[in-house]
C-alpha cells in the first residue's frame, strides 16, 4: 500500500512533530490527510495556518487516522495511551518517537495485535539531515516498516535495528548531535583563547566539522585513514591529538555513550 495515501496523525506538535509533517507535505502527502493534536489551541491553529493541516483531539485522532506517530515526551506517554486505547482499532500502526520506551509498553496497553515500530530520529530532523533508527515491535510487519521508513526518509536516512540495539543506538544517534555542539563549542573558546574573534572562530571550526563529516560520509575511508592523512611528523597535528590522548578525550567519549546508553535503559525501566 502506498504510505501517501493513508491518513497520518502526529501527535505531539513540537519541533520534530512539525518537521515530520513538512516532510511529508514536501513529499506528497495531501494536507487533509495529516491530522495534528496539541496541547495548546494557539499551537494547533499555528500549525493549522502555517501547513494546511487539521487539528484534532486526541481521540478523533486515533478513530480517523491509519498511522499515529506519537512524538511526546516518554513521561507523558502512559496518559497519552490511555487516552487513546479505547477508540484505537488494532490494525492501526502506531509509531513511537519517545526515547528509552520499548514496544511492549505500547501492546500491553493498547488492543491485541496492535502493530508499533519504534523510532529514534534526532534533531537534525529540522534541516533533513536526521538519521532515525527503526525498529519492529511484536505484531509490525514489514509493509508496516516500509510505512516508517517513508515517512522518517522525508526528513533525513534511516537505519534499521533490532528493539535490543536502540538504547545503543539512541546513545550514539539520538543524543549525538548534542557532542559535536559541545565540541565546537570547547573548540571556539580555544578560538578565542588563541587570539581569534568569537565569530572567525566559530566560522573556522563550523566548516571544520562539515568538511570532516562530508569526507567521511563519502570518501570510503576509515576515520584513522583520515585523520593520519592531517597528521605530519612533528607536526601541529599530531601535538594537539597527544594532548587529547593524554587528557582522556577518547576514554571520556567512551563513557559519555555508555552513561547515555544506561540512561535510555532506565527509562525503559520507569516506563
Known amino acids: 500500500m502506498n504510505t501517501m495515501t493513508l491518513k497520518v496523525a502526529v501527535l505531539g506538535t513540537g519541533k520534530i512533530g512539525e518537521a515530520l509533517l513538512s516532510g511529508m507535505l514536501r513529499a506528497g502527502w495531501a494536507p487533509e490527510d495529516l491530522l495534528v493534536t496539541a496541547r495548546r489551541p494557539e499551537r494547533a491553529e499555528e500549525l493549522r495556518a502555517r501547513h494546511g493541516v487539521s487539528p484534532v483531539g ?31 482499532p488494532a490494525d492501526r500502526l502506531v509509531i513511537s518517537g ?48 516500509a510505512h516508517a521508513e517513508t515517512i522518517f526518509g522525508g526528513v533525513g536516512k534511516t537505519l534499521r535495528v533490532p528493539e535490543s540495539q536502540q538504547d545503543a543506538a539512541t546513545a550514539l544517534s539520538g543524543s549525538g548531535p548534542a557532542y559535536f555542539y559541545f565540541l565546537v563549542e570547547a573548540m571556539t573558546d580555544a578560538g578565542i583563547l588563541l587570539g581569534l574573534p568569537r565569530d572567525k572562530a566559530h566560522e573556522l571550526i563550523v566548516q571544520a566539522a562539515i568538511g570532516a563529516a562530508v569526507m567521511l560520509r563519502d570518501s570510503g575511508e576509515h576515520p584513522v585513514k583520515l585523520r593520519e592523512n592531517v597528521t605530519s611528523p612533528a607536526g601541529t597535528t599530531i601535538n594537539a591529538i ?16 555508555e552513561a547515555a546508553r544506561d540512561r535510555s535503559r532506565e527509562l525503559a525501566a520507569g516506563a
Do not use: Y
Open 98 to 145: 519517545a526515547a528509552g520506551i520499548p514496544t511492549a509498553f505500547f501492546e500491553d496497553r493498547l488492543a491485541p495485535g496492535t502493530p508499533v515500530v519504534r523510532v529514534m530520529t534526532n534533531t537534525p530532523a529540522l534541516v533533513d539531515e536526521a538519521m532515525s533508527v527503526i525498529s519492529a515491535g511484536t505484531h509490525a510487519t514489514e509493509e508496516h516498516l
Open 242 to 257: 597527544r594532548e587529547l590522548e593524554n587528557h582522556g578525550v577518547r576514554a571520556a567519549l567512551i563513557a559519555a555513550l
Open 58 to 88: 486526541n481521540a478523533e485522532a486515533a478513530k480517523s487516522a491509519d498511522i499515529l506517530i506519537l512524538t511526546v515526551k516518554p513521561q507523558d506517554m502512559g496518559a497519552l495511551l490511555d487516552e487513546l486505547a479505547p477508540h484505537l
